[in-house]
């Protein structure tokens, strides 16, 4: 069932400083009064669905967090073969000429801080409210939880990032000019953050009806463990990592028995899902910030091709990319299209559909019955974290601590899943190579492979591996993006940029 309507823009961000209002991107819908608001449980309730609201929106989800997959080199960017600069600013960043003038780099910079506001907003106000003290409790941490998730976007974006933790309300003497603090704090934030989310979250099974969708205690510590998964170094990260993903176990996520239920929008927020996000389809305005609906089957659609209503041909699967799935693998016939797959909703797919490579991403692609017209969206949720990413987790760390043998557990759960063999009897250094193998091809296409790329060897195995399929472009300021020279000059307090840029 999908989670209650996030309401769009009902809160209130009172910054009236012409440069701040460039920094956060806002759209005057957000400008509204406070005196009449925050003052009842009700008004709590919509500015924290109102938190969750940027995660839906292409600046983050909806386009952008899965557009790093192709950075990654998992596919190329298709988009229109006879218009050049269709989606020009995500060709530069996946061929490594990034400038500080980027569009993409913008949104990615820009997606998090209306959502940090609003989570700052709510953790100022809610607990000045008298209402149901539970219910006080969960809206806490639910804001914590979605602030540690924001700062986690853009601390592994763009490094240094302005720390924000109160909202501004128009006051004088208020900073509206944030410097770049040290990502060591930034990781020090979302760290407390979601320990505060886990204390203060129920488990998932509690929620019901349109609250079914909402971040859970399971949700912070699953992202608590890929947090400290990103750290990694240190024994005590890994055995943190252990002990979260074990944590989830004992709080009932599994595996769903089929790979493909990921991907059904008639089996959402199942026994795998940590956290997703909640699309609802068909919205009034397919290209507003409002982003009820997924763009993913407009986007990733095979172009000029009868399986879908619309299909714009973006993210099409490499050949290397292919090449990597082991024989017997079930999960190419659920994430990819190519010559004599399966058939899609009693269509064939063809080759000729995807331009740039061959090949199509099958695994978000809904038919024409969910989606009914170019202007319309589709209703299917995107994950952020599966249970599949968890045990995942968990084998990369067993290894890191020594304990391969135990590692070939979870990793194993994984493979048999997808229809393949058990690993046995491998070194630590390859083992950790082929877990790292098996969440390219487990998570696909969901925004998580650059990340996976730049944490391991302080980024140097991204540019290795980069580096062998061809993008020599790639060099180590490419491992953060620039600061956009747009805000930067709103807010010179952003400088130095990134080095290199």
């Known amino acids: 069932m999908k989670i209650f309507k996030l309401i769009p823009f009902l809160i209130s961000l009172l910054f009236i400083n012409s440069c701040s209002k460039d920094f956060l991107d806002r759209s ?11 003052k009842t449980e009700a008004d709590i309730i919509t500015a924290i669905n109102a938190a969750y609201n940027p995660l839906q929106r292409p600046k983050l989800y909806n386009l952008r967090i899965w557009t790093t997959d192709i950075m990654a080199g998992n596919s190329q960017v298709g988009a229109n ?60 941490g639910e804001a914590h939880f979605l602030r540690g998730l924001y700062y986690f976007i853009l601390v592994r974006c763009f490094g240094d990032v302005p720390l924000i933790t109160k909202p501004y309300w128009g006051n004088a003497g208020e ?35 349109s609250d079914i969708g909402r971040a859970s205690k399971g949700s912070a510590a699953g992202m608590l463990a890929k947090v400290y ?41 199942t026994i795998e899902s940590v956290f997703e996000i909640q699309y609802m389809g068909n919205s009034l305005n397919f290209w507003s910030d409002e982003n009820y609906s997924s763009w993913t089957t407009n986007y990733m ?29 079930l999960r190419k016939d659920v994430t990819i299209f190519y010559d004599d797959c399966p058939m899609f909703d009693g269509r064939n ?26 202007s319309s969206g589709s209703p299917l949720n995107f994950p952020v974290l599966r249970y599949a990413d968890v045990l995942l987790m968990k084998a990369e760390a067993l290894n890191e601590l020594g304990r391969t043998g135990e590692a070939e557990i979870p990793l194993n759960l994984v493979r048999n899943r997808a229809g393949l063999t058990n690993v046995t009897g491998l070194s630590a250094d390859d083992f950790r190579e082929k877990v790292l193998h098996e969440r390219r091809m487990e998570l696909a296409f969901e925004g998580d492979r650059w990340f996976d790329l730049i944490r391991i060897n302080n980024g140097q195995y991204a540019l290795d591996f980069l580096h062998s399929i061809g993008k020599s472009n790639a060099s180590e300021k490419h491992l953060l993006l620039p600061i956009p020279q747009l805000d930067a000059d709103a807010n010179p307090n952003l400088l130095p940029n990134n080095p290199g840029y």
Not at 29 to 34: F, I, L, M, P, Y
Not at 101 to 121: E, K, Q, S
Not at 178 to 202: C, G, M, V
Not at 309 to 328: K, L, M, R
Request: glycine fraction near 6%; include cysteine; charge should be negative.
């Open 175 to 209: 900073d509206t000019r944030p410097q770049r603090t040290s990502k060591t704090l930034i990781y020090d934030l979302i760290i407390n953050d979601l320990k505060d989310a886990i204390n203060e979250l129920p488990l998932r099974e509690t929620y019901t009806g």
């Open 349 to 374: 797919y063809s080759s000729t559909y995807a331009y740039a490579t061959g090949y199509n991403v099958r695994k978000f692609i809904l038919p024409a019955s969910y989606i009914s017209t170019a």
């Open 81 to 140: 073969p006879s218009d050049s600069n269709d989606g020009i600013e995500t060709k530069k960043l996946v061929d490594f000429i990034t400038t500080t003038d980027n569009a993409g780099a913008l949104d990615l910079w820009r997606g998090p801080f209306p959502g940090i506001l609003y989570c700052n907003i709510v953790l100022d106000k809610v607990p000045l409210i008298e209402m149901d003290p539970d219910l006080k409790k969960r809206i806490s």
């Open 229 to 269: 998964l990103t750290l990694g170094k240190t024994t005590g990260n890994w055995n943190r990592v252990t002990s979260l993903c074990d944590t989830l176990h004992t709080w009932g996520y599994n595996l769903n028995p089929e790979y493909k239920d990921n991907f059904n929008p008639n089996a959402e927020n």
């Open 301 to 329: 659609g095979p172009r000029d091709s009868p399986l879908t209503t619309v299909g714009w041909g973006w993210n099409q699967p490499t050949q290397e990319f292919v090449d990597s799935y082991e024989a017997g693998d």
């Open 28 to 38: 005057s819908s957000e400008d509204v009064n406070t005196s009449s608001f925050y």
